[in-house]
């Protein structure tokens, strides 16, 4: 049986409509006063418990008072523009009509997280980067977002484990990542060259006949 479903939230659940990109600012700030860029700079940001001021700090990028601000706007413009997708909350509440479990696993820098639980309130569980110190693809990620809905994943025929599904946008963090934990993961692609267009299409799959491995 299909006990619990879990969402990627950017691109799936939720869009930023006016991206302005302010982390990246920062970076780019950073390397203009001699700090090179990292690729370990987007896990860090994504893990870390602070705010913008905080980051800079953590990263040893100075800002004047008028960056700083000038940044904080630009923060302040994407997380007022964040919208769920129509076919969202409805794709939910279908879910949740037939008693499956909903959980959101995302990557996302803290200033988000509340904007996300505001937006998509009341779940039975959430695992948002910035609040637990993962990232997606991490096996723990997947762990925790397992442990948050009180749920075993299993696809072993003959095992008496649940099963638990994920859709995201990202086949690396929502389809194979999930996969080596145990959980069933589905690619959304909204730009309609996938297997699922839209979340109703996902959770109307789940509901009539389930969705193949």
């Not at 299993?154 to 389809?175: H, K, N, P, W």
Request: charged content about 25%.
């Amino acid at each position: 049986m299909i006990a619990a479903v879990i969402f990627d939230v950017f691109g799936t659940l939720l869009e930023i409509q006016r991206r302005e990109n302010p982390y990246r600012q920062l970076l780019r700030i950073g390397a203009h006063q001699g700090r090179p860029v990292s690729p370990a700079d987007p896990k860090r940001i994504m893990t870390l418990d602070s705010d913008l001021s905080r980051a800079a700090d953590l990263f040893g990028i100075k800002l004047s008072s008028s960056q700083l601000s000038q940044l904080q706007e630009m923060l302040d413009i994407e997380l007022e523009s964040i919208r769920p997708y129509d076919d969202s909350m409805p794709a939910i509440d279908l879910l949740r009509e037939s008693g499956i479990k909903i959980g959101l696993c995302s990557n996302l820098a803290k200033p988000y997280c509340p904007v996300v639980r505001g937006l998509v309130p009341g779940m039975d569980g959430y695992a948002l980067s910035a609040e637990i110190g993962l990232v997606k693809p991490e096996a723990q990620m997947y762990e925790m977002i397992c442990a948050e809905l009180k749920v075993v994943p299993g696809q072993i025929f003959g095992s008496d484990a649940a099963r638990v599904l994920m859709i995201g946008d990202s086949r690396r963090c929502d389809v194979d990542g999930p996969r080596t934990s145990g959980i069933i993961g589905h690619h959304l692609d909204r730009k309609g060259t996938g297997p699922f267009r839209n979340l109703l299409e996902f959770a109307g799959a789940v509901r009539s006949v389930g969705v193949q491995v």
